[in-house]
């Protein structure tokens, strides 16, 4: 099983870039997946969450307005769309799926809900 995250870069302030997180090996149509995000010396911590069929989504204050997170069943695929970013977006941004959580509008947002993790993908916003 695994989930690849892709579409960093470097970015300057108030641009936009659009994350993808591919599943392979079993899919997590039915299941929450969520973005985190660790910038260097902090905690990884929750950006966005969606719950299995998309109708329900959650951010962290500070990305609230800015990022969309959205996904494609049929693609196995989750995506993060990110706007007017700003110097403190830049982390390793990681997408994650919870195995245990099916059919659900309930997203977790501790990183222990969730059991499949990507390899991160390096965003860089310059100001």
């Known amino acids: 099983v695994q989930l690849q995250a892709s579409g960093g870069g470097l970015v300057q302030v108030g641009g936009s870039l659009r994350l993808s997180c591919a599943a392979s090996?079993?899919?997590?149509?039915?299941?929450?997946m969520g973005w985190f995000r660790q910038a260097p010396g902090k905690e990884r911590e929750f950006v966005a969450g969606?719950?299995?069929?998309?109708?329900?989504?959650y951010y962290t204050d500070s990305v609230n307005g800015r990022f969309a997170i959205s996904r494609d069943n049929a693609k196995n695929t989750v995506y993060l769309q990110m706007n007017n970013l700003k110097p403190g977006d830049t982390a390793v941004y990681y997408c994650?799926?919870?195995?245990?959580?099916?059919?659900?509008?309930?997203?977790?947002?501790?990183?222990?809900?969730?059991?499949?993790w990507g390899q991160g993908t390096q965003v860089t916003v310059s100001s």
């Open positions: 090996g079993r899919t997590f149509s039915a299941n929450s």
């Open positions: 994650a799926a919870a195995g245990l959580v099916y059919y659900s509008d309930w997203v977790p947002k501790l990183k222990t809900g969730y059991d499949y």
């Open positions: 969606i719950g299995w069929n998309g109708g329900s989504t």
